[in-house]
């Protein structure tokens, strides 16, 4: 009956394996508790540098400072060449410039990322021009800190390198000497003919001359100025997004009503407030780390690139934008929970400890673009061992500094693994006990590396060097399965709302599925064999010499081999190809997220939320072998109207679960996405004669349609970030040990009983 509570979460908990949505939703709310606050002093202030921890007493510092207090120098210059085998005892990054930051010898043709014809600024390896009225002008020696430049300085991206010296002779770069530094160059004229462009999260005309805010987690809170990724908090504000106020000291207002812009992509978590809220709040509850900037902030420093390892970004004019990076949830994710009604401030009532880390943004752009940051191995190329070996010392440092890891045993403390990979290379004494967030949901206890990306091959021979801590990382990575489906979970990768905006489940009109089986993406055409386990390459081949497209119209294609738009491509298809790529692939949440029944080939890999939701009743799973790939189109196209319409209903009961619609920002997007859609559809379906003539009839959606126009947007409490939330709360018995953990799993079971009655 209509209001009936029963109803509700049975029809909210639609297709839920087990009892982990029911009883989130069934749970008594807890009250708020006022707000702890530190009073720990930090060493010698941070130096004036850091930020002070008055949780910890430990000084938090930004890229170009180290030590307890901030006070020690720690260089990232650009160079020419990484350090190697041969460079056993190096301590310090390798370097090719001088005291005044400029290149020892532009004649040198050896080439990274970071080399710069220009002037260095070695506490990041950024480029900029070195001569010309545009050239950076650093702060004078001896400036109190913090102190900016004189002069910003337009940027030189390592495609805007000189192709010669101011003589002519040779140089690494590519680009005509007098379109940089010329009279009217690059470095001389703001409107030079010649574009490097800004390539950094800064304003056009890329000189500093036009203030615009750079991308920090929760925009450090209001109370705080960021720093291209570290919050410089303000007096007495403290915490990675400078959350949180000193014991003793006033609240101020933050800073949204001075930059109202802020409040777009800012929120404050509920236990950020001084004094109790009225109500409860609903667990789990989850305090998020402060760790070392190095594993977090810094790497926002160093990244350069304005997109690079970002879910969202600013542009001109204080506006921002969401990306399309592929391991964006990296940065979301910790951006989400640190915004969240499940943070606590208070590490003793904590369900669970989340670990944040951007492993994946070292990856890339930041290893190789010069020697630093470096995690003991022994080349550049050797990605696993490097976050392998990130990852021990981060779980040191939490067992040194904090007590909670080994409260519990690690139990009830949450990595998320983003790489290709997953979690396959991580460190056995994490991965045992923690519960990981993954993309990559491969089962085997006996496994080897299967990307084709050669940096990232975690079992291939490391060559010993003795003196290289961590140098024999296999057995400390060996004995661990990838994914447990018992502790961990594979989680949607981000795509934001404009990547579905042509979906009717986000409120377009439904399109005629003329297309029978869709892909377009990397085919494996110029990889090793071993991408994708051989499974695109093979099912291309038989497309191409069978002629599938014309025989049953399914579209396999390599790239951007097929035009038009990809979203509207995946709305017209009844089936999508779910495939690995190097690991883990986003093809599932691709295929859902447009109403499109995902085709899952990848034996022993449990696709996005496979273990908690009823995949079978909304998804194909083929086998990997050559005669079940050979036979798809005829089981595809043996499959009757009616059941294909069956998977359809159930799969649009729970596309939100694969969406990220939590926050300020995404909620608002994903609303303005549908709202457009909504007027379309509108407009599109008035009478002839109120319609605009270049509006396409939009006949009425039959009353038995699986996808029905959408009246409103689901409940953003069951998206992709609450999907989790709810799932943890379920696992928190699990975490507990003895008569605790015995009465919480009590209290689960109860819960879970009243949800099922």
């Known amino acids: 009956m209509p209001g009936n509570p029963h109803e509700a979460v049975r029809k909210r908990c639609a297709l839920a394996r087990g009892t982990w949505c029911g009883g989130w939703m069934r749970q008594d709310p807890l009250p708020y508790k006022a707000v702890p606050r530190g009073s720990k002093e930090c060493p ?14 430990l000084c938090e510092c930004p890229a170009g400072r180290d030590g307890d207090d901030c006070g020690k120098e720690f260089k990232r210059p650009c160079t ?45 390896a950024a480029c900029y021009c070195g001569e010309g009225s545009l050239r950076r002008i650093p702060a004078p020696p001896g400036a109190p800190p913090w102190t900016p430049p004189v002069q910003h300085g337009r940027p030189l991206a390592d495609g805007c390198q000189p192709a010669t010296s101011k003589t002519g002779l040779k140089s690494w770069g590519q680009v005509k000497y007098d379109d940089i530094y010329g009279p009217s160059g690059w470095c001389n004229n703001r409107t030079s003919a010649f574009e490097c462009g800004c390539f950094q999260e800064i304003a056009h005309p890329c000189d500093g001359s036009v203030p615009m805010e750079t991308t920090c987690m929760n925009q450090c809170s209001g109370h705080g100025e960021c720093h291209f990724g570290y919050c410089r908090c303000h007096t007495d504000w403290y915490g990675s997004d400078c959350s949180r106020k000193k014991a003793g000291t006033p609240v101020e207002p933050p800073l949204q009503e001075q930059r ?20 409860g709040r609903r667990r789990p509850l989850i305090y998020v780390y402060d760790v070392p900037p190095k594993y977090t902030s810094r790497m926002l420093q160093y990244r350069l690139l304005a997109h690079a390892c970002l879910w969202r970004r600013w542009l001109d004019g204080n506006n921002t934008e969401l990306t399309g990076w592929t391991y964006s949830v990296e940065t979301m994710f910790h951006e ?78 949450i990595w998320l693994m983003a790489a290709d990979e997953g979690a396959c290379w991580m460190p056995t004494a994490i991965y045992n006990t923690s519960i990981v967030l993954t993309h990559w949901g491969r089962l085997e206890a006996n496994h080897t590396s299967g990307t084709a990306y050669l940096q990232d091959v975690y079992d291939r021979p490391v060559y010993g060097f003795q003196r290289w801590p961590g140098v024999d990382y296999h057995h400390d990575i060996e004995g661990h399965p990838c994914f447990d489906p018992k502790k961990d979970l594979v989680i949607p990768a981000f795509k934001p709302p404009f990547h579905f905006a042509r979906s009717p489940l986000l409120g377009a009109p439904p399109l005629q599925r003329d297309i029978l089986l869709y892909f377009r993406g990397d085919s494996g055409a110029f990889r090793l064999p071993q991408y994708s386990r051989g499974i695109r390459q093979r099912i291309t081949d038989l497309s191409n010499r069978q002629d599938w497209f014309n025989r049953y119209k399914i579209v396999i294609s390599h790239g951007g081999m097929v035009g038009g738009d990809y979203s509207e491509h995946l709305a017209r298809s009844k089936f999508c190809l779910v495939a690995p790529g190097d690991g883990w692939s986003p093809r599932a949440e691709d295929a859902i997220l447009h109403g499109c029944i995902p085709v899952v080939v990848m034996d022993g890999v449990q696709a996005v939320f496979e273990s908690i939701l009823d995949w079978d009743s909304f998804s194909l799973r083929i086998r990997e072998d050559d005669a079940a790939l050979e036979a798809l189109p005829q089981l595809l196209a043996s499959i009757s109207p009616e059941r294909l319409a069956h998977m359809q209903r159930h799969l649009a009961r729970v596309w939100h679960r694969f969406a990220y619609t939590t926050g300020p920002l995404l909620n608002r997007s994903v609303t303005e996405h549908y709202t457009a859609r909504q007027s379309e559809f509108e407009a599109a379906s008035k009478p002839p004669e109120e319609r605009q003539p270049d509006l396409r009839a939009i006949p009425a959606t039959p009353p038995d349609h699986p996808f029905q126009p959408l009246r409103r947007l689901p409940n953003s409490d069951d998206d992709a970030f609450g999907t989790i939330m709810q799932w943890l709360f379920h696992r928190i018995p699990d975490t507990r040990g003895g008569d605790a953990g015995a009465a919480a799993a009590a209290a689960a079971a109860a819960a879970a009983a009243a949800s099922a009655a």
């Open 260 to 279: 109202p812009w802020l409040q777009q992509v800012t929120a404050q978590p509920p236990a950020a407030n001084v004094l109790p809220l009225p109500g």
């Open 80 to 124: 020419d060449h990484h350090r190697g085998k041969g460079d056993v005892l190096r301590t310090e990054p390798a370097s090719h410039i001088g005291p005044d930051g400029l290149d020892l010898d532009v004649t040198n043709l050896r080439w990274t990322a970071s080399r710069c014809h220009g002037y260095c600024d070695d506490n990041v």
């Open 336 to 413: 989400l929970l640190l915004q969240s009604e499940h943070r606590t401030f208070d590490p003793e009532e904590a369900d669970f400890f989340y670990v944040p880390h951007y492993v994946t943004c070292y990856f890339w752009p930041i290893m190789g673009w010069a020697d630093a940051p470096w995690w003991h191995a022994p080349y550049v190329d050797s990605r696993p061992m490097h976050g392998a070996n990130m990852l021990t010392e981060l779980h040191g440092w939490l067992r040194t500094n904090l007590p909670y890891w080994d409260r519990r045993g690690g139990r009830d403390h």
């Open 44 to 57: 010698n202030a941070c130096s004036g540098w850091g930020n002070c921890n008055h949780d910890t007493g």
